[in-house]
């Protein structure tokens, strides 16, 4: 697979594999050893760039994800980029999937994080550490400070920032560089092209996740599809409602027009569109099948001209579409701590 450059230095694959779903938010986890088996076979299609987070995984074993992740790429670790998280934990007594989010980025924090995450991937370094969001407790500038120390220390050699605005951004930027940010953007939610000229300026990688919107772009989920709500975030996802199959017609047929005029699969152009638009988007799309995974690495081979992409924006500007998932929210206790 072709590389790609993340901020001035951090050389990745083009197309990453983001691996929540294995532990977390889709259904009942992996089962390990086939976790392990998918990730180093993910290695040999081509990907380099691996993205997890400390809290991605059951009540019961909250750091799975990544303990997982350590021992699949192990063998191969000089020759992969570890992308990990810090900053939030789930709150699981409220009852609620998906689970609401309790942020917390304060500098004992972190540096408890960054000592765990370190432990569980069985490395001395995390190559990309993400603030997995936005803490309205902690100033970016503390946060960046704390970035900075664990750089010269030698525990972390990049970072960036997930669902990052720009004011955060540029603040944190100022006292320690940000590599990436990593925020949701597909063809449904495209809220964060207007941070792309600010990421220009700076020279700041962006990474997509959820870029087929949960999964909705691969065309593969109609009317009547259901979802285990106790365990499968899609349960309640507003994309997926036999409602939105209808709403979002539109945008189906017109991936699959495509598609087809490309010898590829709507999920393909999806990805296809998204590394077509800048040279410094790397989308980390997820899976738990061997077939999806290649069929994701396929897509940087899909050669979209700018005057195609430029077409896809567009017919997206004009159409109408559903709503789509946009995240989990605070946790009653989070918003407590805010005020």
């Known amino acids: 697979m072709q590389n790609r450059t993340l901020g001035t230095d951090l050389s990745v694959s083009a197309v990453g594999l983001g691996c929540m779903g294995f532990s977390h938010g889709y259904g009942l986890p992996t089962e390990a050893g086939e976790t392990v ?12 760039f691996f993205d997890t987070a400390e809290v ?35 709150d699981f007594a409220s009852g609620k999937t998906p689970l609401p989010i309790v942020p917390d980025s304060r500098p004992e924090t972190i540096r408890r994080s960054v000592e765990g995450s370190l432990r569980r991937l069985g490395t001395d370094h995390i190559d990309l550490y993400f603030q997995h969001r936005i803490d309205p407790a902690v100033a970016p500038e503390e946060v960046a400070e704390v970035m900075a120390d664990l750089i010269r220390e030698g525990k972390i050699t990049h970072w960036g920032i997930s669902e990052a605005n720009e004011d955060y951004l540029r603040r944190a930027h100022k ?8 925020n949701r953007y597909s063809m449904m939610a495209r809220q ?11 020279g700041i990688g962006f990474v997509a996740f959820s870029p087929m919107a949960n999964g909705f772009l691969t065309g593969q989920y109609g009317k009547g599809t259901a979802f285990d709500p106790r365990y499968d ?7 997926f409602t036999d409602r ?11 991936l699959t027009t495509l598609a087809q005029e490309k010898g590829a699969t709507p999920a393909q152009i999806s990805l296809a569109w998204m590394l ?33 992409v430029a077409a896809l924006d567009q017919a997206l500007d004009a159409m109408s579409m559903s709503p789509v998932f946009g995240g989990t929210d605070l946790s009653a206790h989070a918003k407590e701590g805010a005020q």
């Open 244 to 254: 939105a199959v209808d709403q979002n017609q539109a945008l189906l047929t017109l």
């Open 56 to 90: 991605y995984g059951t009540q019961t074993d909250p750091h799975a994800n990544e303990t997982l992740v350590g021992q699949a790429l192990a063998p191969v670790r000089d020759q992969v980029v570890l992308s990990t998280k810090f900053g939030l934990t789930f």
């Open 276 to 308: 077509g638009k800048k040279p410094w988007i790397v989308p980390i799309p997820g899976t738990r099948k061997e077939a999806r995974m290649a069929e994701n690495a396929g897509a940087a081979q899909v050669a979209l001209t700018p005057q195609e």
């Open 192 to 202: 964060y092209e207007s941070l792309f000229p600010a990421l220009e300026e700076l």
């Open 175 to 182: 006292v320690c560089p940000v590599t990436a940010v990593q």
């Open 37 to 48: 088996k998918l990730l180093r076979r993910a290695v040999d299609l081509g990907y380099t």
């Open 233 to 239: 975030y899609r349960a309640s996802m507003p994309q």
